[in-house]
């Protein structure tokens, strides 16, 4: 199959999560930081631990797309970063939208360029591929379930951004209480932990009390009964290669 056949990339997660979840702290142990291009989109904000990654400040969305470029001519990038898809869709409404002359070409040029960050630039990019983006969380009244979606606007938030991904964990501060009816391999509850009575988590699997959200993945990805893991990117990244290895 040519490359431009193979407009897949296995190496893309969606991490979402309200503020306060443990989003951006989720990088914190990716390998190899030198070799991560991370693109901040939430105006220059300092993640919360030291690092060694590529940061780059995003200023205009299309910015996004110079640095895929640019990223696969550089043999040691391994990672890209996105941080966070609901900044960047919003800085686009500001830079772009709200004074425009044609405000409705602009609302169609807004999907556009994310359905061309999707289906180009991370489809093919031979890079691992971290998007972060802020959920809202809402009561669905007629169905009785608590929903949660990434924050968009316009047409993209009806479709639902997750769409676009085999893979959309959501980042939690769950009770530890909570998280001992569900022990996994992935799962680690440290003394600190237990003192504090809570631990950050990614959840990766639904349950009865989460049944409106978007998480997702491959089929047979983590082990059955596995619900919530350790709050690692890398951990997500090392998952997925494992899985889509070859034989």
């Not at 929903?147 to 769409?163: F, N, R, S």
């Not at 059955?224 to 890398?234: I, S």
Request: glycine share 6%; hydrophobic share 35%; charged share 25%.
């Amino acid at each position: 199959m040519t490359a431009a056949l193979q407009q897949t990339n296995d190496n893309l997660v969606l991490i979402g999560g309200v503020s306060g979840a443990g989003k951006s702290a989720c990088l914190r142990n990716i390998k190899d930081q030198e070799g991560v291009l991370y693109l901040n989109c939430e105006s220059g904000k300092k993640l919360p631990f030291r690092n060694k990654f590529m940061s780059k400040v995003i200023t205009d969305p299309y910015h996004i797309f110079e640095g895929f470029i640019w990223a696969e001519t550089q043999p040691q990038i391994h990672t890209i970063v996105i941080d966070s898809l609901s900044f960047l869709m919003d800085m686009f409404v500001s830079v772009h939208i709200m004074n425009s002359a044609d405000s409705r070409s602009q609302w169609q040029a807004y999907q556009e360029f994310f359905k061309e960050l999707m289906q180009q630039k991370v489809a093919s990019s031979t890079k691992n591929v971290i998007i972060i983006t802020h959920i809202a969380e809402d009561l669905d009244e007629e169905k009785g379930i608590r929903t949660e979606q990434a924050v968009v606007k316009g047409g993209l938030k009806g479709t639902g951004v997750e769409a676009y991904f085999s893979l959309n964990v959501t980042a939690r501060a769950m009770p530890i209480k909570e998280l001992e009816k569900h022990p996994s391999e992935f799962l680690n509850i440290t003394d600190d932990e237990r003192d504090v009575g809570y631990k950050h988590v990614f959840q990766v699997r639904k349950t009865k009390e989460t049944t409106g959200s978007r998480i997702r993945g491959p089929m047979g990805l983590f082990p059955q009964g596995t619900v919530y893991t350790d709050n690692c990117a890398q951990m997500l990244l090392d998952v997925v290669h494992d899985f889509y290895k070859e034989d």
